[in-house]
């Protein structure tokens, strides 16, 4: 099974909304990091969020983190047609080797 | 220079056909990185490269042998592949790897089809 599990598996949202998605994890971690992946591409890092900091903003992007609950959220404020893709949470799992290890991701459809 | 270049985009080859991927960075990362990633699921690590030197290898069959040249190059040589291994085949880097903890930075990637 996967370290992240991302909620939900799909969204579709209108132009101008706010998107939220969440990750959880299973094992204490030392920091939790969020990519985008445009359809058939790599990876782009957003956001790195570490085990002590409870919320962080990068432009229109919010993450929180909640280590009681091994929780976080991503938030895409006034979304674009441009932030059509999957996201992806990454941790580092201590319990899988210590590699960076993916959730399932949730794909974002902004309808223009 | 900031990103990760992959070559070749798109590859189709035969199950008896020997072929190579590169990935080249040039921003003195010293971590590298193959993934590979099915359609609609998340990249699943492959091989880990730090200075040069394999770190892990996620029991990777063995058709599938890396190589790392120098720090900024990273070889995935392919021979006699199986259908099912028919991915898109990501690499990353990373200024050190640091168990997890690393921001990494990905290629586009190369779209492997196996016949």
């Known amino acids: 099974s996967q370290q992240g599990e991302e909620d939900p598996q799909a969204l579709s949202i209108q132009e101008g909304e706010n998107a939220t998605m969440n990750c959880s994890y299973k094992?204490?971690?030392?920091?939790l990091q969020w990519y985008r992946q445009n359809s058939g591409r790599g990876l782009v890092h957003l956001i790195l969020?570490?085990?002590?900091?409870r919320e962080k903003h990068s432009g229109r992007l919010r993450v929180t983190l909640d280590t009681s609950k091994k929780s976080s959220s991503l938030l895409i404020t006034a979304s674009r047609a441009a932030d059509t893709a999957s996201y992806f949470c990454?941790?580092?799992?201590?319990?899988?080797?210590?590699?960076?290890?993916f959730g399932g991701g949730t794909r974002v459809l902004v309808k223009p | 220079d900031t990103e990760v270049t992959q070559t070749p985009k798109h590859l189709v080859m035969g199950m008896t056909n020997k072929k190579s991927l590169k990935c080249e960075q040039h921003?003195?990362?010293?971590?590298m990185y193959w993934y590979k990633q099915k359609a609609k699921k998340p990249p699943e690590l492959m091989f880990v490269?730090?200075?040069?030197?394999?770190?892990i290898n996620e029991s990777v069959p063995s058709r599938f042998s890396p190589e790392c040249p120098n720090s900024s190059l990273l070889n995935l040589h392919l021979h006699a592949l199986q259908p099912e291994d028919s991915a898109l085949y990501l690499c990353?880097?990373?200024?050190?790897?640091?168990?997890?903890?690393?921001?990494?930075?990905f290629g586009p990637g190369t779209r492997l089809l196996v016949l």
């Open positions: 990353a880097s990373s200024q050190v790897w640091r168990q997890g903890q690393e921001t990494q930075y």
């Open positions: 094992t204490s971690i030392n920091n």
């Open positions: 969020i570490r085990s002590n900091e």
């Open positions: 990454a941790t580092d799992d201590k319990a899988a080797g210590n590699k960076l290890t």
């Open positions: 921003m003195g990362h010293r971590a």
């Open positions: 490269y730090s200075y040069e030197k394999l770190s």
